[in-house]
């Protein structure tokens, strides 16, 4: 079970859009379409942004929006904001009823 | 409003023994299968074992399987982790998650504790 990989950082300036991408293999991202996203401020739990690869739950603002395409999965942010700030991880289901994270990303809002 | 509030953390020796509580409420607990993720400060999140609504179905991540045992008491709304055979690697800040969906498996966690933290060390 190793980790997704994912850049350790990312920025862009307010009103931006970004990408984070979170790469697997075959046996998690590639073979099944159950990816989440986390935010994670520092001190604090994370929180699902994304899930089902592409789904928000309810409160998560629209401007957060996920994709995938083969072993690659991404999040994109539009309209950067300050609070945005934070850490992000993937995580994807990695058959046999186990699941795994990526290394996390943190993304800078300059 | 649900709360999930862990505890049980500490400073042990290698080799030693731990158990952690996740306390629930503000949500029907036996319907929804919940998780420990731990993360080491300042590093990333791993996830660890997770549990059925029921109790009757448990998985494990294989840097535990066998070590640690996943348990829940519904009728207390409280989730448990038995921590056996401790190594320096443990160390971390343990998270109870709960999953978004009833009575799915789907290792989506809308709710998470605010942590408790095990170290290992002599």
């Known amino acids: 079970q190793s980790a997704l990989t994912q850049p350790a950082s990312v920025s862009g300036s307010p009103g931006q859009s970004i990408t984070i991408s979170c790469t697997g293999t075959?046996?998690?991202?590639?073979?099944?379409?159950?990816v989440s996203w986390y935010q994670q401020h520092p001190g604090k739990a994370p929180k699902l942004m994304i899930y089902?690869?592409?789904k928000r739950p309810s409160g998560v603002s629209n401007r957060f929006s996920g994709s995938k395409s083969g072993y690659t999965a991404s999040l994109t942010i539009s309209g950067l904001q300050a609070e945005d700030e934070a850490d992000y991880y993937c995580?994807?289901?990695?058959?046999?009823?186990?699941?795994?994270f990526g290394g996390g990303t943190k993304l800078t809002v300059l | 409003e649900v709360q999930l509030v862990e505890s049980g953390g500490g400073l042990v020796q290698p080799g030693g023994s731990l158990r952690l509580s996740c306390a629930a409420s503000?949500?029907?607990?036996?319907?929804?299968?919940m998780s420990w993720v731990r993360q080491v400060p300042g590093k990333g999140l791993e996830w660890v074992s997770t549990?059925?609504?029921?109790?009757?179905?448990?998985y494990y991540a294989e840097s535990v399987k066998g070590r640690f045992a996943i348990s829940r008491d519904n009728s207390e709304n409280t989730l448990y982790l038995q921590m056996n055979s401790l190594r320096a690697e443990d160390t971390a800040i343990y998270y109870c998650?709960?999953?978004?969906?009833?009575?799915?498996?789907?290792?989506?966690?809308?709710?998470w504790g605010q942590g408790t933290l095990v170290t290992v060390s002599s």
């Open positions: 995580s994807s289901y990695a058959g046999s009823s186990t699941w795994v």
């Open positions: 503000g949500f029907t607990f036996s319907s929804y299968a």
């Open positions: 549990i059925s609504g029921s109790g009757g179905s448990t």
């Open positions: 075959s046996s998690d991202v590639g073979g099944y379409n159950y």
């Open positions: 089902d690869v592409s």
């Open positions: 998650a709960k999953d978004v969906r009833e009575q799915l498996v789907l290792g989506y966690f809308d709710y």
